[in-house]
């Protein structure tokens, strides 16, 4: 089952978050976000995958993503 993941990148490669990105794209992560500044990268990813995901250079850690849903105000 697919499922939405950050990843943290470790500090020292935040100059190759893009390398980090590209490599998990090949263990079959759907990168949607690269988030440069903060070292961060955004996607969907198969559970099976995650451990693999785990062991790409650069990867300080590979969690769920949680999805926050405000729901409409109220209207007056």
């Known amino acids: 089952m697919a499922e939405e ?3 943290t990148v470790h500090d020292e490669w ?3 978050i893009d390398t980090v990105a590209q490599r998990l794209r ?3 992560m759907r990168v949607d976000r690269v988030l440069e500044f903060v070292g961060v990268i ?7 995958h995650f451990d693999a995901a785990r ?3 650069g990867v300080a850690a590979v ?4 999805t926050v ?5 109220e209207t007056q």
């Open 63 to 66: 969690e769920r993503g949680e």
């Open 5 to 7: 993941v950050v990843v």
């Open 69 to 73: 849903r405000i729901p409409p105000g």
């Open 42 to 48: 955004t996607g969907v990813l198969e559970r099976d």
């Open 55 to 57: 062991a790409v250079p």
């Open 26 to 28: 090949r263990v079959g």
């Open 14 to 16: 935040l100059d190759h």
